[in-house]
């Protein structure tokens, strides 16, 4: 089965600091990575899709530059979480197509992001 | 505006019983995904289903399309603690699962 990797499950940082997410498709190319955010107890809510080699498209309401996305290679994106205040902290979870299998997205465990 | 209305929010059964989890929109899908989620996890697929009427089974779940493509639902049969989770439905507007427009979501909790 296609394996999504998400680095790191937990992470907690300061407030002002960044933060960077990983999402690595482990055993097929992926050129459409999509980033979640998910607060407790509530649905996935889309934040943007990552094209590998070009700029993401970012969904409405979701600030382009604090959350920076890099889709640099076919089986890499990540997020970066820029001057990360307390009300950042959340769930954050990456999924990714294989171009075979377009009607099937496979996600990656989520990374717990907590700002102190 | 939630297109993907989920229901009930929160169930509460003891092992053994049936249940059935909706998910209603007034938005027509080309493709509609249920996902379970355990907590600080990623979610899980557990079927696809694309055409209109369809039932799909997977063990002790059915999972049925609704004709028009704006509705579907989850039954357990024999619920089994081990069905506990989050379950999320997600529909795709177009041909792939490019932008899954998630469900409010259903928890579910299966007691011994």
């Known amino acids: 089965g296609a394996v999504v990797s998400q680095h790191p499950s937990r992470v907690i940082c300061k407030s002002g600091t960044s933060v960077k997410i990983e999402c690595r498709s482990l055993?097929?190319?992926?050129?459409?990575m999509f980033w979640y955010r998910q607060f407790p107890k509530q649905s996935l809510m889309l934040m943007a899709t990552?094209?590998?080699?070009?700029?993401?498209?970012?969904e409405q309401g979701v600030e382009k530059d604090k959350f920076l996305i890099n889709h640099a290679s076919l089986t890499l994106s990540t997020l970066t979480v820029t001057s990360a205040h307390p009300e950042d902290s959340s769930f954050y979870i990456c999924?990714?197509?294989?171009?075979?299998?377009?009607?099937?997205?496979?996600f990656g465990q989520g990374t717990r992001l907590t700002v102190v | 505006t939630q297109l993907l209305e989920q229901s009930p929010q929160f169930l509460s059964i003891q092992e053994g019983e049936n249940l059935t989890v909706y998910c209603n929109s007034s938005?027509?899908?080309?493709?509609l995904q249920w996902y379970r989620q355990e907590p600080g996890e990623g979610p899980v697929l557990l079927v696809t289903?694309?055409?209109?009427?369809e039932v799909k089974k997977l063990k002790r779940l059915t999972f049925q399309f609704g004709d028009a493509r704006k509705d579907s639902s989850l039954h357990i049969t024999a619920a089994q603690p081990g069905d506990t989770g989050l379950y999320l439905c997600?529909?795709?507007?177009?041909?792939?699962?490019?932008?899954?427009?998630f469900g409010t979501g259903t928890r579910l909790q299966v007691t011994l």
């Open positions: 990552s094209n590998e080699g070009s700029k993401a498209t970012y």
């Open positions: 055993d097929f190319q992926a050129t459409t």
């Open positions: 997600a529909g795709a507007l177009t041909g792939t699962a490019s932008k899954l427009t």
């Open positions: 938005s027509v899908f080309s493709s």
């Open positions: 999924s990714a197509l294989i171009s075979s299998r377009i009607t099937e997205a496979f």
């Open positions: 289903v694309v055409t209109g009427g």
